[in-house]
């Protein structure tokens, strides 16, 4: 049973921008009480660890890896059971799989499936 869907990976030039999203499915526990998990959007560069890039909490508290600062902005909507990750101003080192989770203490946590973004000219 899929429980969160990403879409919006693709291929940009340098300096554009795209917006991903990643959606609740399902009837679990998660896409039910979604707006009590914390969101985050990590990344896994080509041959590199997967790294945290952006949280937003259940309260709408946003935190920034040092790189994405001023660049990247999340966001969420919890009517649509939805986060996203506006990116602007896009690096090559930019490129990488892009993976949503979700947490919340003392419950499961749940990860996409992964969306690939490639930053080239």
């Known amino acids: 049973q899929v429980q969160l869907v990403e879409s919006g990976g693709g291929l940009v030039q340098p300096g554009g921008s795209l917006r991903l999203s990643c959606a609740a499915s399902g009837g679990s526990i998660f896409s039910l009480r979604f707006s009590m998990y914390n969101m985050e959007w990590y990344r896994q560069p080509p041959g590199k660890q997967r790294e945290l890039v952006a949280g937003?909490?259940?309260?709408?508290?946003?935190n920034y890896h040092d790189s994405v600062k001023g660049r990247f902005t999340i966001s969420r909507d919890n009517a649509k059971k939805t986060v996203y990750l506006q990116r602007n101003g896009l690096k090559p080192e930019d490129t990488a799989v892009y993976y949503c989770?979700?947490?919340?203490?003392?419950?499961?946590?749940?990860w996409g499936q992964g969306t690939q973004v490639t930053v080239s000219s």
């Open positions: 937003i909490t259940s309260g709408s508290s946003t």
């Open positions: 989770h979700g947490q919340r203490p003392l419950y499961n946590d749940y």
